[in-house]
């Protein structure tokens, strides 16, 4: 095992004190340019790395945000991670994070494990049953948090999200105007504020055209594509007529895919679906999938800025900040009757 090179060895090495190899890797104090790169010389000879968990128990200050989202496996939080990662690391944190499957008792001991490491601040994607009172420890320890894609309605935290029912309601209303007047909706946990936002725009919109979306065709569940898979198999095999399919998110739709395709059915002439994301693999799908776009990269982004806002000045103001969605029509969607 590889012996951990010491701050003196650097300073030695470099042939300046203890104090000047500190000052000019946490760029303070008035040091010159020469010094600065035989310090810098002598940190990459050694292979130095600065011990972090030290440098936060001198100074008090944590360099570690704890991510936690509801579903890993999903491509759209790993879109998101990847944008808070990037704004972390610019301000010089680390982003961790750690899957609860949706399960708000695996939430709780998350969020008990990262206030143990002494994490600066939390960014979290609520599981399902989660309420304002689910992050009243985070509050007791006086940690700043943000909440992410699902809403809570925690007036204590900054909220980034996304208009749900504004997404609803461009689903329905393209659905409308291509002539569909048998829908269904799947996926979405029954107690999900996003499914039902977005289940209320769908409605919405078809109404204006006399549709109805009855409760028989809509059919909650896990956001998985597994789940997309058995509900329209089953809606299938019990002969239900629909012309097209509304997926709680992408994940779900491409289970549906499977099930129409299974069922001898034909994606975009057959039966046109629609889903929520916009996941980078959409466009790929055969047909592409007609999605609603929550530009899951920007909302990463906003949430870590949200957060490292407010980890600066912690007296600031909680926000509600709600992206704009965008319809991305592909060839997964047609009017029906036309094979």
């Known amino acids: 095992m590889k012996k951990r090179v010491s701050i003196k060895q650097v300073a030695a090495h470099a042939g300046v004190s203890v104090a000047t190899v500190s000052l000019v890797l946490n760029g303070k104090g008035r040091i010159s340019e020469a010094t600065k790169k035989e310090v810098h010389k002598s940190v990459k000879k050694l292979g ?57 008792d695996r939430q709780r001991k998350v969020i008990e494990t990262m206030i143990g490491q002494g994490v600066a601040g939390f960014i979290i994607s609520a599981a399902t049953g989660s309420d304002a009172s689910t992050f009243q420890i985070i509050r007791d320890y006086g940690i700043p948090y943000v909440l992410c894609v699902r809403d809570v309605l925690d007036h204590d935290a900054d909220f980034v999200g996304f208009d749900n029912f504004m997404a609803g309601g461009m689903a329905g209303a393209h659905l409308r105007e291509l002539g569909h007047e048998s829908v269904v909706f799947v996926g979405g946990e029954q107690a999900n504020i996003n499914r039902r936002n977005r289940l209320e725009g769908v409605r919405e919109e078809l109404s204006r055209q006399g549709t109805k979306i009855d409760d ?121 009757g036309r094979s």
């Open 48 to 104: 130095f790395i600065p011990n972090k968990s030290a440098s936060r128990l001198r100074s008090g200050r944590s360099l570690l945000i704890g991510l936690i989202v509801n579903d890993i496996s999903n491509p759209f939080f790993a879109e998101l991670s990847a944008d808070v990662e990037s704004e972390a690391a610019r301000e010089g944190y680390l982003s961790v994070m750690a899957n609860t499957g949706d399960d708000i």
């Open 216 to 336: 028989a065709c809509v059919l909650p569940g896990p956001a998985t594509r597994e789940f997309g898979t058995k509900a329209v198999g089953e809606l299938l095999e019990r002969g239900r007529p629909f012309t097209a399919v509304v997926c709680f998110n992408d994940y779900v739709a491409i289970g549906a895919y499977a099930a129409l395709v299974e069922g001898g059915m034909q994606v975009g002439h057959d039966v046109s679906v629609v889903g929520f994301d916009n996941v980078p693999e959409s466009g790929a799908w055969s047909p592409p999938l007609t999605t609603v776009e929550l530009f899951p990269r920007a909302l990463g982004a906003r949430a870590a800025k949200a957060l490292l806002a407010r980890i600066g000045e912690e007296s600031l103001a909680a926000e509600r900040i709600l992206l704009s969605p965008r319809l991305i029509v592909r060839k997964s969607t047609r009017p029906p």
